[in-house]
């Protein structure tokens, strides 16, 4: 017997609930925030079945994750949590789903997990991290809105990037500038932090992306010239950051106390003394916490006579992030002209 058409609208409400599993398993955001109500509304029409299938595909059997999982106890109670959504409709049971749950329920926990981001171009950036920060799989990995946010615009301006060298102040475990090297095509990408265990990490996910970090290698003609620099903004000196010859600075997420905002200035006021001829733009953004956020910021680089200027949002939304953050990008221009 063949089932009814679906309707336009009907696929379309579909595949934006599959990209939603998808972007946010693969990324390991937090199990409530996936879109669970939907889905169960889904699941009493007559495809609830294929779509459950079609889930199972995009997420634990997806090749980004098969390559690159996410934690065994997040995937288990995933998996978990959709075997149960199933059930709970009067529906011949899926084989497929327990013995996804099976092959879990096998695995051997790794000390290492991973969290992956699409891009538009269809490559993703995966990012390793220990499994001790991951919280029995309610929790998700839910860091770095402003990180992901900033990375959504500079994919949007690619131009802002391209053929040009990039400084990452602050990069973490370098999601954004992972975007960028992979989606903007900067002539060369500068990660930097100074914190060991940070930059070690940060080595081995830009090894992770297929970045090579031998300065003789030969580079291909798409791939930027990919460093990892120990800077301590405390200690900057003005001849190492000169020497970076940055022609763009980014930062995300690095305004979390007074002390840090304080040393971001003195360095960006340091980048605008010994690169005055050709002073890099500079893009910082960060998540809205309090009325407080961002306030001294822009205080202080009044006093450093830094010129800044609100980027407008962009349109476009690829990764999952909280929907209720507020989210600012600072564009700062250290030579004192405003921008267009």
């Given at each position: 017997m063949l089932r009814p058409a679906m309707a336009p609208e009907d696929h379309e409400g579909a595949a934006s609930l599959l990209q939603s599993f998808e972007r946010r398993f693969l990324a390991a955001r937090a199990?409530?925030?996936?879109?669970?109500?939907?889905?169960?509304?889904?699941?009493?029409?007559?495809?609830?079945?294929?779509?459950?299938?079609?889930?199972?595909?995009?997420?634990?059997?997806?090749?980004?994750c098969v390559?690159?999982?996410?934690?065994?106890?997040?995937?288990?109670?995933f998996l978990s949590k959709l075997i149960k959504k199933h059930e709970a409709v009067p529906t011949e049971p899926l084989d497929a789903l327990y013995e996804a749950l099976a092959e879990v329920l096998m695995a051997k926990e790794s000390t290492q997990c991973h969290r992956s981001y699409l891009l538009p171009s269809g490559d993703s950036v995966t990012l390793s991290e220990s499994t001790a920060i991951v919280s029995h799989g309610t929790t998700g990995l839910v860091t770095w809105d402003a990180a992901l946010y900033l990375a959504e615009w500079a994919i949007e301006n690619p131009a802002t990037f391209a053929n040009r060298?990039?400084?990452?102040?602050?990069?973490?475990?370098?999601?954004?500038?992972?975007?960028?090297?992979?989606?903007?095509?900067?002539?060369?990408?500068?990660?930097?932090d100074c914190h060991g265990q940070v930059l070690a990490q940060l080595r081995g996910?830009?090894?992770?992306?297929?970045?090579?970090?031998?300065?003789?290698?030969p580079i291909d003609s798409r791939s930027p010239r990919v460093?990892?620099?120990e800077l301590d903004w405390d200690k900057a000196a003005a001849s190492q950051l000169s020497a970076f010859q940055a022609d763009i600075v980014i930062a995300a997420d690095v305004l979390y106390c007074r002390e840090v905002t304080l040393s971001l200035v003195r360095v960006l006021k340091?980048?605008?003394?010994?690169?005055?001829?050709?002073?890099?733009d500079v893009y910082v953004a960060y998540t809205v916490r309090s009325q407080d956020t961002g306030k001294l910021f822009v205080t202080?680089?009044?006093?450093?006579?830094?010129?800044?200027?609100?980027?407008?949002?962009?349109?476009?939304?690829?990764?999952?992030?909280?929907?209720?953050?507020?989210?600012?990008?600072?564009?700062?221009?250290?030579?004192?002209?405003?921008?267009v």
């Amino acid at each position: 017997m063949l089932r009814p058409a679906m309707a336009p609208e009907d696929h379309e409400g579909a595949a934006s609930l599959l990209q939603s599993f998808e972007r946010r398993f693969l990324a390991a955001r937090a199990l409530p925030s996936f879109p669970w109500q939907s889905l169960e509304e889904k699941l009493k029409e007559p495809s609830g079945s294929e779509l459950l299938l079609a889930i199972l595909q995009k997420t634990v059997k997806h090749p980004v994750c098969v390559q690159h999982l996410p934690s065994v106890r997040y995937a288990r109670c995933f998996l978990s949590k959709l075997i149960k959504k199933h059930e709970a409709v009067p529906t011949e049971p899926l084989d497929a789903l327990y013995e996804a749950l099976a092959e879990v329920l096998m695995a051997k926990e790794s000390t290492q997990c991973h969290r992956s981001y699409l891009l538009p171009s269809g490559d993703s950036v995966t990012l390793s991290e220990s499994t001790a920060i991951v919280s029995h799989g309610t929790t998700g990995l839910v860091t770095w809105d402003a990180a992901l946010y900033l990375a959504e615009w500079a994919i949007e301006n690619p131009a802002t990037f391209a053929n040009r060298t990039v400084l990452e102040l602050g990069s973490g475990a370098g999601l954004t500038g992972l975007a960028i090297c992979k989606a903007c095509h900067p002539r060369a990408f500068i990660f930097s932090d100074c914190h060991g265990q940070v930059l070690a990490q940060l080595r081995g996910n830009v090894l992770l992306n297929g970045f090579s970090l031998e300065p003789h290698t030969p580079i291909d003609s798409r791939s930027p010239r990919v460093t990892v620099a120990e800077l301590d903004w405390d200690k900057a000196a003005a001849s190492q950051l000169s020497a970076f010859q940055a022609d763009i600075v980014i930062a995300a997420d690095v305004l979390y106390c007074r002390e840090v905002t304080l040393s971001l200035v003195r360095v960006l006021k340091m980048l605008t003394d010994c690169q005055r001829k050709n002073a890099p733009d500079v893009y910082v953004a960060y998540t809205v916490r309090s009325q407080d956020t961002g306030k001294l910021f822009v205080t202080e680089l009044d006093r450093a006579e830094i010129s800044w200027e609100q980027v407008p949002p962009h349109t476009g939304k690829l990764f999952p992030y909280e929907e209720h953050s507020a989210i600012v990008i600072l564009k700062l221009m250290l030579n004192g002209q405003h921008g267009v």
